[in-house]
Nanobody, 117 residues
């Protein structure tokens, strides 16, 4: 069974940076896709970034140009580099992974990101 462990959240001032990591375990296969979504209180869940096949990336409009998703395929680890953070980026960030096309995603436990002065 695939398990995801996230790390890297915390408190940062506006304009600062954070790097989130998510490591998948429980499988010897490379993930078909991995990514991040976030959930802020009172707001809809938002898909922030995804990476498919190791090279195809997608970002929400709200983070384009500020966030970068990358992946270490042999380690089944995905990273989210977040720069120029804004207070509106405050949310719980969840990692997800899809083992094969057509299968249900696995979700991590979430990591809190707070952007505040």
């Amino acid at each position: 069974q695939v398990q995801l462990v996230e790390s890297g959240g915390g408190l940062v001032q506006p304009g600062g940076s954070l790097r989130l990591s998510c490591a998948a375990s429980g499988t010897g296969f490379n993930m078909y896709a991995m990514g991040w979504y976030r959930q802020a209180p009172g707001k809809q869940r938002e898909l922030v970034a995804s990476i498919t096949g190791g090279t195809i990336t997608n970002y929400s409009d709200s983070v384009k140009g500020r966030f970068t998703i990358s992946r270490d395929a042999p380690k089944n680890t995905v990273y989210l580099q977040m720069n120029s953070l804004k207070p509106e980026d405050t949310a719980v960030y969840y990692c997800y992974a899809i083992l094969r096309l057509g299968t249900s995603p696995t979700r991590g436990q979430g990591t809190q990101v707070t952007v505040s002065s």
